[in-house]
């Protein structure tokens, strides 16, 4: 017996031009790639991004403060020249970018309206220059990317402005504006192409900047400044605002999620463990009394006979960028007679000071000894003078960390 099957027609030139269509996300230019590291780099697989701290989880001095510096949320750097504006470390509690694994954001407030020609309020993350140098965006090169994106609110709707500056070789600035809706959650991704005249170098020094300009007074702004091109910098920083922010008393400015990758594709966030995040922090500022306990353990000795004092060695959980200089604000420690409890460290009054220390009269005034063998890393030494107490109690509105920042 005969089966005889028969098709429909089908045009052959049709089926062929289906090949090139795309197949999901750069399926076309995946199927293409010639390597496995060509493909990787499409999709941005495995470790990729160059900002620490982008989701704003560790905050290591605190959820607040006001002025220029690093105030909050570790790696986020303030620079104003006003005194009316704080930085926080918020929550994110449902939405977006909620859905997307982040609890955390930074925020800049305007606590006073002000629209001076000469106001800046910025923004600012600074690259280590060899977590550029190794990341493989190759940035003297106009054919290597990266792609920056993070997430952004504004209580006002507003065109804001940021630009990364580039420190090696030429100093250059490549600068874009983004879009606000007042109150809502925005993702901004931007590609920045290399430039011939860059340069990075492969050391602890300063490589690289991103700054998001919140506010820009009508000095550093004007009509000359290009957007989407690298140029050398001259007064104008970016193209004029219209100030909607700058002129809200109360206005807030929100940012998470920020990520600087190589490739021209902006990928999900690269979330890491906490610990992790915490660890790569510390490289940059070390705080062992982090939250108000102590967070590492730190052994004290007591010294017999007349010469009484006290010190204690510390340990750093990792390698800090350059030797740090020690941030201390004890002046307000308590003198007392009854125990420590949980959240404090407890030094306890001997017969008098160890005058070949330095910061031997109280706790206020707190150094090193005074050696060039220690270079502020070391022993750390305190003698009381206060007769009347048996203790001094170190709790948690003090301040006792070590900075290593860019």
């Given at each position: 017996m005969t089966v005889r099957v028969n098709k429909p027609e089908f045009n052959l030139r049709e089926k062929l031009t289906e090949l090139e269509r795309p197949i999901g996300l750069k399926g076309s230019d995946l199927m293409r790639a010639e390597t496995t590291q060509e493909a990787r780099d499409l999709v941005s697989a495995g470790r990729k991004n160059i900002i620490i701290n982008g989701a704003m989880r560790v905050a290591q001095r605190g959820t607040t403060g006001s002025g220029t510096g690093y105030k909050s949320v570790d790696r986020i750097h303030i620079a104003?020249?006003?005194?009316?504006?704080?930085?926080?470390?918020?929550?994110?509690?449902?939405?977006?970018?909620?859905?997307?694994?982040?609890?955390?954001?930074?925020r800049m407030t305007n606590t006073s309206a002000s629209t001076a020609s000469g106001n800046y309020r910025e923004i600012d993350y600074k690259f280590e220059a060899r977590d550029l140098a190794n990341s493989g965006w190759v940035i003297n090169d106009g054919g290597s990317h990266a792609t920056f994106s993070a997430w952004v609110r504004s209580s006002v709707s507003q065109k804001f402005f940021m630009y990364i500056r580039s420190i090696g070789g030429t100093t250059k600035s490549y600068t874009f504006g983004f879009e606000t809706i007042a109150n809502t959650w925005v993702k901004i991704e931007h590609t920045i192409p290399g430039d011939s005249t860059l340069g990075v170098n492969n050391d602890n020094?300063?490589?690289?900047?991103?700054?998001?300009?919140?506010?820009?007074?009508?000095?550093?702004?004007?009509?000359?400044?290009?957007?989407?091109?690298?140029?050398?910098?001259?007064?104008?920083?970016?193209?004029?605002?219209?100030g909607t922010w700058a002129a809200t008393t109360g206005a807030t400015f929100d940012i998470t999620g920020l990520q600087l990758e190589v490739g021209k594709n902006a990928t999900e966030f690269e979330h890491r463990p906490y610990g992790e995040e915490l660890a790569l922090c510390q490289r940059y500022y070390y705080n062992p009394m982090m939250d108000g306990s102590v967070m590492y353990p730190i052994r004290y000795l007591i010294s017999t006979g007349n010469n009484g004092w006290t010190n204690w060695p510390v340990s750093f959980p990792t390698a800090m960028r350059?030797?740090?200089?020690?941030?201390?604000?004890?002046?307000?420690?308590?003198?007392?007679?009854?125990?420590?409890?949980d959240d404090q460290w407890a030094f306890y009054w001997q017969n008098q000071g160890y005058v070949s220390k330095t910061g031997n009269s109280d706790m206020s005034v707190l150094n090193i000894a005074a050696s060039a063998t220690h270079a502020n890393v070391g022993a750390y030494y305190v003698?009381?003078?206060?007769?009347?107490?048996?203790?001094?109690?170190?709790?948690?509105?003090?301040?006792?960390?070590f900075n290593a920042e860019l």
């Open positions: 104003t020249n006003t005194s009316n504006v704080t930085f926080s470390q918020g929550s994110i509690t449902s939405g977006e970018p909620y859905s997307k694994g982040f609890r955390n954001y930074g020094s300063l490589g690289m900047l991103i700054r998001f300009i919140v506010d820009y007074g009508a000095n550093f702004t004007g009509s000359s400044c290009t957007e989407n091109v690298w140029r050398v910098t001259g007064v104008d920083y970016t193209p004029d605002s219209d350059i030797i740090p200089s020690l941030v201390s604000d004890l002046s307000d420690s308590n003198n007392t007679s009854g125990p420590p409890t003698s009381p003078t206060n007769t009347n107490a048996a203790s001094i109690k170190i709790g948690a509105n003090r301040t006792f960390a």
